[in-house]
C-alpha cells in the first residue's frame, strides 16, 4: 500500500470534505487520495477515475478494504471520456493532482475535460485542482 506524501495529505486535509459527500478522484493513480478521502466522508462514496490500467490496478489493490466496503468504486476511465453511468448520482465535488488537461498543459483536452466534469457533478459541485496552497478552485461550465 502506497503512503501519502505530506504534500498530497495537504491537498486532501483542503479538501472541503464532509460526511455523505460524493467525491470524484480524476487521475488517482495507485489510489491513495481516494482511500484517505473515502475515510473522511462518512455515508458518502468516492468514485476514483485514471486513464492507465496499471494505476487502477494499485488502486484496487490499496483501496480493497474501501472498495469492499462500498464506499469507493475505481474507474478506468480518461476524465475526456467520463459520463456518469446508467443510474449514478452527480457528485458534490471532484479534484484532481497533476491531471495536464485541467492544469493548462493540454488546453483543447481542458475544455472537453470541463464539460465531462460538469456533466458528473451536482449544480453546486466544485472543482479542485493542486497548484494553489495547496489547492485552487475551477470554475466548472453551468
Not at 2 to 30: D, K, T, Y
Not at 43 to 48: D, E, P, R, S
Not at 53 to 78: D, F, H, K, N, S
Amino acid at each position: 500500500m502506497a503512503e501519502m506524501s505530506a504534500r498530497l495529505a495537504g491537498i486532501v486535509a483542503a479538501l472541503p470534505l464532509a460526511p455523505g459527500l460524493r467525491v470524484l478522484e480524476i487521475g488517482c493513480g495507485p489510489g491513495v487520495a481516494a482511500r484517505a478521502v473515502a475515510d473522511r466522508v462518512p455515508g458518502g462514496h468516492v468514485l476514483a477515475i485514471d486513464r492507465s490500467a496499471a494505476a487502477i490496478r494499485q488502486a484496487e489493490a490499496g483501496c480493497a478494504e474501501q472498495i469492499a466496503a462500498g464506499r469507493l468504486t475505481v474507474r478506468r476511465c480518461a476524465v475526456e471520456d467520463l459520463a456518469l453511468l446508467p443510474g449514478e448520482e452527480p457528485f458534490d465535488l471532484a479534484f484532481a493532482v497533476r491531471v495536464g488537461c485541467l492544469d493548462g498543459r493540454h488546453p483543447r483536452e481542458g475544455e472537453i475535460a470541463l464539460r465531462r466534469i460538469a456533466d458528473a457533478l451536482v449544480p453546486t459541485g466544485r472543482l479542485f485542482i493542486d497548484g494553489g496552497t495547496p489547492l485552487r478552485e475551477l470554475d466548472v461550465p453551468g
